[in-house]
């Protein structure tokens, strides 16, 4: 499959139309627009200022983020970052049983070789097998510490780190590098964003449809004013003098 190159590939389209947001342009200048009024025309769409890629990242990120900088949000993370540390520290308890019964089959060979030896059976094959098997019980057995799991113990400053990656995810997201793949993780959190144009503010209104509205439905304190469930959309702002944290809803 295809790997989206952008962070907001096939992620934008027009309030006014219903297609497709394409970008144009290099560096900074690089914006968002209609491309049903850019290849259609008037006719289809009359189209709307291009909206800064930045702005429009930005402002979907600090949905983003709000949602993931609440308890609730990092009660979640800690509970799975937990269950992954279980589910590895199983897997090293499957690796030990296997390797004691590894042990266990070694002893074995070594007693019957050490009792044909007592026996009087000397000969060259048995010797060499009897070295050989002590040998690989003596490196299973120093083996054997390096496998035992530890006490499960979480990192003392877990919340610092979770919201030091939060605070950066604007950052880190739009890192070309991440872009990409961090496109096909966006897509899973949002179904589409509707961009229109405010021509008496001069600003991009910017509206969030389904999944991450959810996500921030739930992670959201209880009593605390915010979307009614009833809600279907959280509605941003990018353009002139936005600021990352301001919700129009």
């Not at 042990?103 to 009897?130: C, W, Y």
């Not at 999944?211 to 002139?240: D, H």
């Not at 600021?243 to 129009?248: A, G, I, S, V």
Request: overall charge negative.
């Amino acid at each position: 499959m295809r790997r989206r190159k952008d962070l907001l590939s096939g992620l934008l389209s027009c309030g006014q139309c219903g297609g497709n947001l394409t970008i144009a342009g290099s560096g900074k200048a690089r914006r968002h627009y209609c491309a049903n009024a850019k290849e259609k025309g008037a006719a289809i769409c009359t189209g709307m200022p291009g909206l800064k890629e930045q702005d429009a990242a930005i402002s979907i990120l600090s949905g983003l983020k709000t949602g993931l900088m609440q308890d609730e949000a990092y009660a979640e993370f800690r509970a799975k970052f937990l269950a992954r540390m279980k589910a590895a520290e199983k897997e090293r308890e499957d690796m030990l049983r296997i390797h004691d019964q590894n042990i266990r089959k070694l002893e074995t060979r070594h007693v019957n070789l050490m009792k044909a030896v007592e026996d009087g059976d000397f000969s060259s094959p048995i010797v060499a097998q009897l070295n050989k098997v002590d040998a690989e019980l003596n490196e299973a057995r120093a083996k054997r510490t390096a496998l035992t799991p530890e006490p499960i113990t979480l990192p003392t400053d877990l919340p610092a780190l979770y919201r030091a990656y939060v605070e950066d995810i604007v950052a880190t997201l739009q890192d070309e590098e991440v872009s990409g793949p961090a496109s096909e993780e966006l897509h899973s959190l949002v179904d589409t964003v509707s961009v229109d144009w405010d021509a008496d503010e001069k600003v991009h209104h910017l509206e969030l449809r389904r999944k991450l509205l959810q996500i921030i439905n739930a992670a959201r304190p209880a009593g605390e004013a915010g979307l009614a469930e009833s809600e279907s959309s959280l509605k941003l702002v990018a353009g002139v003098g936005f600021e990352p944290t301001t919700f129009r809803l």
